[in-house]
């Protein structure tokens, strides 16, 4: 067979991409498998609905990576107000994705998190402050100038 032929040429391309398909499907498949998910989401005891460990977690693990959108504090009212996060200036907050606005509040915290800007913008990283279990509600400290704004 000529090594110019279009036959040859159409046989290794379908050939390449086949292999292709098989490569990221054994890749997509392990990686769904390792993927843990270490929030769920139900009824809370201390108030309303809030998250527990799906898995252990270990001291130190991130356990959420949450995209967060800082907003004006003009742009936050009603309800809305106590589910967000100070932003990185006095008058603007954080309205954070996934999870991490359902965490509740405790002094004894087993969650504590931090701001990490990002290339593609802030994002609010949770981690855990000891071991976990399974099952566990995830508690952070709200803070004493949350608590602030809303005596009296």
């Known amino acids: 067979m000529d090594l110019n032929?279009?036959?040859l040429t159409?046989?290794?391309f379908s050939a390449g991409m086949f292999s292709g398909f098989l490569i990221s499907r054994y890749f997509n498949k392990r990686g769904k498998q390792s993927m843990k998910h270490n929030v769920t989401i139900a009824a809370s005891s201390v108030s309303g609905r809030g998250?527990?460990?799906s898995n252990k977690i270990m001291n130190g693990a991130v356990i959420?990576?949450?995209p967060a959108l800082e907003v004006t504090d003009k742009d936050i009212g009603g309800e809305l107000l106590n589910y967000v996060f100070y932003g990185s200036r006095e008058?603007?907050?954080l309205v954070v994705m996934g999870n991490g606005m359902l965490f509740n509040h405790s002094f004894t915290p087993n969650v504590a998190y931090y701001l990490e800007q990002t290339d593609i913008g802030h994002e609010l990283i949770l981690y855990?402050?000891?071991d976990i279990e399974k099952g566990e509600e995830l508690f952070y400290n709200y803070g004493d100038e949350w608590w602030a704004t809303r005596q009296g």
């Open 5 to 7: 032929s279009p036959l």
């Open 10 to 12: 159409a046989l290794l």
């Open 51 to 53: 998250a527990f460990a």
């Open 64 to 66: 959420e990576r949450c």
């Open 91 to 93: 008058n603007s907050r």
């Open 128 to 130: 855990a402050l000891r």
